[in-house]
């Protein structure tokens, strides 16, 4: 069982910047690829970013230039780092992880809510 708590999601005026953190927790390997999606009121959820164990990053075309994610030593830490923040940015956002060990199963935090004002 893996547990994933978000933490670093708040207000934020446009054109500012958060810094969004997730810790993994349990029966975690390393072969494993960690993200970050959002979902706004009445949305679909969507990809952010996502990075390999291996520091191979996959970002979503809206976010691409102004996010980026990384991840710690260990590799049970994910950050995204969020700059020139915009209004339609407003979403809970989510920390996954991917196993890729079996069970191949995906792992879900329960999600930080990040308000951009205009």
């Known amino acids: 069982q893996v547990q994933l708590v978000e933490s670093g999601g708040g207000l934020v005026q446009a054109g500012g910047s958060l810094r969004l953190s997730c810790a993994a927790s349990?029966?975690?390997?390393?072969?494993?690829?960690m993200g970050w999606y959002r979902q706004a009121p009445g949305k679909q959820r969507e990809l952010v970013a996502t990075i390999t164990s291996g520091g191979s990053t996959t970002y979503a075309d809206s976010v691409k230039g102004r996010f980026a994610i990384s991840r710690d030593g260990a590799k049970t830490t994910v950050s995204l780092q969020m700059n020139s923040l915009k209004p339609e940015d407003t979403a809970v956002y989510y920390c996954?992880?991917?196993?890729?060990?079996?069970?191949?199963?995906?792992?879900w935090g329960k999600g930080t809510l990040v308000t951009v004002s205009s």
């Open positions: 996954k992880l991917h196993s890729l060990r079996w069970p191949l199963v995906d792992y």
């Open positions: 349990g029966s975690i390997f390393s072969s494993n690829v």
